[in-house]
């Protein structure tokens, strides 16, 4: 199983300001990366796909990057609707074994 | 507007089995793959089962292999989850979600099942 590693647990940041959340894959998942977000009581809302595209309606300033094992979330100018839970989702292997990371919680600072 | 709304949730004994339902609108159903992703409670989300278009394919997730089965009505745009010998580690919200590709497009708001005496 591909575990997904999410950095930092939670993280701290004021409105206007830039977030950088990371995600890590245990194995290379080439560009196979999803990135969801999830407020409180609500379903998860697909953001990033493919590591790099943004979903539709999904606002510039989310973007993401990477490829392999290494991935980021940018968020770069925080609102504050930003405020949530962020997922990452690897999907590489056929059959599924699609794995996501634990989360990690963006908080006003 | 893509709808996803699941329903058949509940309090159930371990060892039990319930149902879940997911009615979908707003897209062309019988053109998607369909999964069910669930998240215990303060948990991550954890991808459950898959079931490709017309139903042909089916897998799921090891812990889950052999207690749970998935399935699909394209003439009544649902997808159901049939769950048999339940236990507490399968308490959590069950999602549905749609796939146009490997990740997950749409979601439903979900529905709680607790496995608890």
């Known amino acids: 199983e591909i575990v997904m590693t999410q950095s930092p647990a939670t993280l701290s940041v004021s409105p206007g300001e830039r977030a950088t959340l990371s995600c890590r894959a245990s194995?290379?998942?080439?560009?196979?990366l999803a990135w969801y977000q999830q407020k409180p009581g609500q379903a998860p809302r697909l953001l990033i796909y493919?590591?790099?595209t943004r979903a539709t309606g999904i606002p510039a300033r989310f973007s993401g990057s990477g490829s392999g094992t290494e991935f980021t979330l940018t968020i770069s100018s925080l609102q504050s609707e930003d405020f949530a839970v962020y997922h990452c989702q690897q999907y590489n292997n056929w059959p599924p074994e699609y794995t996501f990371g634990q989360g990690t919680k963006l908080e006003i600072k | 507007e893509v709808q996803l709304v699941e329903s058949g949730g509940g309090l159930i004994q371990p060892g039990g089995s319930l149902r879940l339902s997911c009615a979908a609108s707003g897209f062309t159903f019988n053109s998607f793959d369909m999964n069910w992703v669930r998240q215990a409670p303060g948990q991550g989300l954890q991808w459950v089962a898959y079931i490709s278009p017309g139903a042909s394919t089916v897998y799921y997730a090891d812990s889950v292999k052999g207690r749970f089965t998935i399935s699909r009505d394209n003439a009544k745009s649902s997808l159901y989850l049939q769950m048999n010998s339940l236990t507490a580690e399968d308490t959590a919200v069950y999602y549905c979600?749609?796939?146009?590709?490997?990740?997950?497009?749409?979601w439903g708001q979900g529905t709680l099942v607790t496995v608890s005496s």
């Open positions: 979600a749609s796939s146009s590709r490997r990740d997950f497009d749409f």
């Open positions: 194995q290379n998942v080439r560009y196979n």
């Open positions: 493919g590591a790099s």
